[in-house]
């Protein structure tokens, strides 16, 4: 591939899944990390541009992304480490969250790590459990099974906290 070819290519690509990735991140990290993660993930892109799939290039993308956030996690880890060390600045607060939905949050936060990030790309980022397997390194069938369990808590505990039925309705229009 030439490299106005190979240009075309990753310009389409970024026009598809720019948007997507942007709300991915900015529901995962500090807002002022935002862009830092973004061109990460299009440094990424653009490196392996040839490996990224032409048919459905999005869930590709997300998993690229979600190991950008995992580096950008472990560095921000590395760099609090070093500053609590050396003693000139308090922890960071947590990034602003949603105040929109509290109680959603809560039972949220109340799963495992891996079975809130299938809930979560399944739900705002409405991926399929086959995309969401790529994304996550799992089989779609372990996806599947984490997604069905991990709504069922998840509506126990929306119960629990809200008592109003809360929780998905069967046949609820997602793509399976």
């Not at 070819?5 to 990290?29: N, Q």
């Not at 500053?83 to 949220?108: K, Q």
Request: with cysteine; aromatic share 4%; charged share 35%.
């Amino acid at each position: 591939m030439s490299d106005a070819e190979r240009e075309i290519r990753f310009t389409r690509l970024a026009h598809e899944v720019g948007e997507p990735l942007r709300r991915y991140v900015v529901r995962r990290v500090d807002p002022a990390a935002v862009d830092d993660v973004l061109a990460d993930a299009f440094l990424v892109l653009w490196r392996r541009l040839d490996d990224v799939p032409a048919d459905d290039p999005l869930p590709w993308a997300y998993a690229v992304a979600r190991g950008c956030l995992a580096n950008a996690r472990r560095a921000a880890r590395r760099h609090l480490g070093l500053v609590e060390r050396i003693g000139r600045l308090d922890p960071p607060r947590p990034p602003a969250e949603d105040d929109e939905h509290p109680e959603l949050r809560a039972a949220l936060a109340a799963l495992p790590r891996v079975d809130r990030e299938v809930v979560m790309l399944w739900a705002w980022e409405e991926l399929a459990p086959r995309e969401i397997a790529t994304v996550t390194g799992m089989t779609p069938n372990a996806v599947s099974i984490r997604l069905h369990r991990a709504k069922k808590r998840l509506a126990e505990e929306l119960e629990r906290k809200i008592g109003d039925g809360a929780g998905q309705e069967p046949g609820d229009g997602r793509r399976r």
